[in-house]
């Protein structure tokens, strides 16, 4: 069993940055494969970005790459999304989810989600 909180949304303007965070409980954190996903009001939830158990390998949907980072800190058994060059589109809530195999972009095959937090850019 896996719990994971998310934290670090808030209202940006345009061209900012934020960086995420999603705190895990458990001793197992660092067999998990872990992933970003995005929900805009009336749409459906979408990938963002994802990362392997050790941090080697990570993945990102076409409208976020380059602009986007994920990374982690086993140690401190959290996963981070740092995220530049905002815009508008990005408002969404975030959520962090966990997987136990590395490489799935579809919300459906991770097994464990946070609450989700709010990003909102704006000017």
């Known amino acids: 069993q896996v719990q994971l909180v998310e934290s670090g949304g808030g209202l940006v303007q345009p061209g900012g940055s934020l960086r995420l965070s999603c705190a895990a409980s458990?001793?197992?954190?660092?067999?998990?494969?872990m992933g970003w996903f995005r929900q805009a009001p009336g749409k459906e939830r979408k990938f963002v970005s994802a990362i392997n158990w050790s941090g080697g390998s990570t993945t990102y949907g076409d409208s976020v790459k380059g602009r986007f980072t994920i990374s982690r800190d086993n140690a401190k058994n959290t996963v981070y999304l740092q995220m530049n060059s905002l815009k508008p589109e990005d408002t969404a809530v975030y959520y962090c989810a966990a997987v136990r195999t590395y490489g799935y972009t579809r919300a459906t095959s991770y097994d464990y989600w946070g609450q989700g937090t709010q990003v909102t850019v704006s000017s």
């Open positions: 458990g001793r197992t954190f660092s067999s998990y494969a």
